[in-house]
């Protein structure tokens, strides 16, 4: 079955940076187009970034930076220069032409001092 985990959220001062991770499981990686999906307390869902299959394209919001390593069926995300306003649960989801199909269940990245 699918599965995606991700991990590397935790508590950073303003200004830090953080590398999230999703390790996917149960699907041929190499062939899907990633996300990462944050939401916010008390907020909707709000898109951060993509990376198409081979990882040769890339669309960010902001300071984000999306990879991937097909070979360890790892996708990344890369957050530089944190502010409290970047505090959310971060998802990592695939998707195919119907849109997103299958969500992880989250990590958390929270900003303060």
């Known amino acids: 079955q699918v599965e995606l985990v991700e991990s590397g959220g935790g508590l950073v001062q303003p200004g830090g940076s953080l590398r999230l991770s999703c390790a996917a499981s149960?699907?041929?990686?190499?062939?899907?187009?990633m996300h990462w999906v944050r939401q916010a307390p008390g907020k909707g869902l709000e898109w951060v970034s993509s990376i198409n299959s081979d990882g040769g394209s890339t669309y960010v919001k902001g300071r984000f930076t999306i990879s991937r390593d097909n070979a360890k069926n790892t996708l990344y995300l890369q957050i530089n220069s944190l502010k409290p306003e970047d505090t959310a649960l971060y998802y990592c989801?695939?998707?195919?032409?119907?849109?997103?199909?299958?969500w992880g269940r989250g990590t958390q990245v929270t900003v303060s001092s």
């Open positions: 149960g699907f041929t990686f190499s062939s899907y187009w």
């Open positions: 989801t695939r998707s195919t032409n119907g849109g997103y199909d299958y």
